[in-house]
């Protein structure tokens, strides 16, 4: 049962570029929206994270922005760096329960 | 920090064997999950534990995969028989909280083959 669905699968975007992934989730008790960042060959890391108490977050490069009316959020990297390549998942958590998206592989082209 | 810890790195077993994996938390965490991680189904969270007690093993596939953490500082993830579709990076992570709501960190994965 997915509950949380990602889009793009892939993503290409030139150096200097803004990458955007979008997600959007199902069940409303879900409270705490992180996204993780995955190079491969390494376990997922954390990259930045939202409560629904506020609409959007900023953490140098990286932006996280919230609907909760919607139920969806999107992570922003602006200026993407070669260096981002990476796969993304967000997910989404509450008191008992966590669901990842299926990932979007960023490939930054120089 | 040494991070979390996780053994073996790659497993490769035939189908029927016994396959243990094995994950040494952040020291001071005390939640602990295991994921498994697959191109067909993505991350799953297998099994949460907070402070060394089974939360939560809803995910856990069937009764061939089994785990347990006898400490604060030791977990295992069995599965008894193995087979083919066990194929998969498994992950373990742990946190400074109880619940999904803090940060985990995890640790490089086990990658399973079966064959």
């Known amino acids: 049962q997915q509950q949380v669905k990602q889009s793009p699968q892939s993503l290409i975007v030139q150096k200097g570029g803004i990458s955007i992934i979008n997600c959007a989730y199902e069940n409303t008790a879900f409270d705490y929206f992180p996204w993780y960042q995955q190079f491969p060959g390494k376990g997922p890391a954390l990259l930045i994270a939202i409560r629904p108490d506020v609409s959007e977050k900023k953490e140098g490069r990286f932006t996280i922005s919230f609907n909760k009316s919607a139920k969806q959020f999107s992570l922003h990297i602006m200026d993407s760096q070669p260096g981002d390549s990476a796969t993304y998942f967000c997910?989404?958590?509450?008191?008992?329960?966590?669901?990842f998206g299926a990932g979007t592989r960023l490939t930054v082209k120089p | 920090d040494a991070g979390v810890i996780q053994s073996p790195r790659h497993e490769v077993t035939e189908m029927g064997q016994e396959v243990t994996l094995r994950c040494k938390p952040i020291?001071?965490?005390?939640?602990l999950f295991w994921y498994r991680q697959t191109m067909m189904r993505g991350l799953e969270l297998l099994i949460y534990?907070?402070?060394?007690?089974?939360?939560?093993d809803s995910g856990m596939p069937e009764d061939r995969f089994s785990a347990k953490m006898p400490n604060a500082s030791f977990s295992t993830l069995k599965i008894q028989p193995s087979e083919p579709r066990d194929s998969a990076v498994y992950f373990c992570?742990?946190?400074?909280?109880?619940?999904?709501?803090?940060?985990?960190?995890f640790g490089p994965g086990t990658r399973l083959t079966v064959t």
């Open positions: 020291s001071g965490h005390n939640s």
């Open positions: 992570a742990s946190s400074l909280g109880e619940g999904f709501r803090y940060e985990q960190y």
């Open positions: 534990f907070n402070n060394n007690v089974p939360i939560d």
């Open positions: 997910a989404a958590s509450g008191d008992n329960d966590m669901r």
